[in-house]
């Protein structure tokens, strides 16, 4: 009885599995930009979370803990800028000390390095899978590769800019005001990850679509 009921429903799964993937075959046919934007969808959340859970485990368990956090790292105080409540305004903004004491710490350059390490290592996750199974490009990958660089540095220093913005107002929301302590700077965390991640989202697309090209394989021999 026990085997049975297993393969009955074993078998309905790989029915169901087959039901999806006729679906979306088809769905790919008649709704190729839409179902290549889900892709793209997808697979830029599956990045983004698993750049959090990196950014929680090299910031929190290691570089935090280090003398990195007492370190100051605030630079590009871009003509003179000031924040809403008249400080300087960096375009990296991390003052030294740990974003748990009383919301006043930036985190220092632990802060700073935890996040553009995990950014980059998740930039370049994110480079092969949208190439290989989002776009599914065949173009030259070293061409691709520079272009996606250069979209990268400079969508970079506009989410830094951003950041410096809404970055102090939304720790001092949850661990002063909602006083939340470090419940709240995770909460942080992750609010602040995902408008980060939102900038980024919205303008890659768009970019992919040029440097991310089907090249015919008759082009691709006469190349």
Known sequence: MGENKAEKSGNIFVRFWGRCKTFWAGFKIKHPGIAQFFVFFMLSNGVTILQMVMFAVLNDMILSKSRLADVSFQVWNIFGMKNFEGTPYYMFDYAAGRV????????????????????????????????????????????????????????????????????????????????????????????????????????????????????????????
């Open 100 to 223: 748990t004491e009383g919301g006043s710490g930036g985190g220092g350059l632990a802060y700073f390095l935890s996040m553009q390490i995990t950014l980059a290592l998740a930039q370049v996750i994110n480079f092969f899978a949208q190439r290989n199974i989002t776009f599914k490009s065949n173009s030259n990958p070293w061409y691709a590769a520079m272009w996606y660089a250069i979209a990268y540095v400079i969508i970079s220093l506009v989410a830094a800019a951003a950041l410096g913005l809404y970055r102090g107002p939304l720790y001092r929301l949850f661990i002063d005001v909602l006083k939340w302590g470090e419940l709240g700077k995770q909460v942080a965390n992750v609010v602040v990850w995902i408008i980060t991640c939102a900038i980024s989202f919205w303008v890659f697309f768009p970019i992919f679509k040029v440097i991310f090209k089907q090249v015919p394989e008759e082009e691709k021999k006469a190349a």
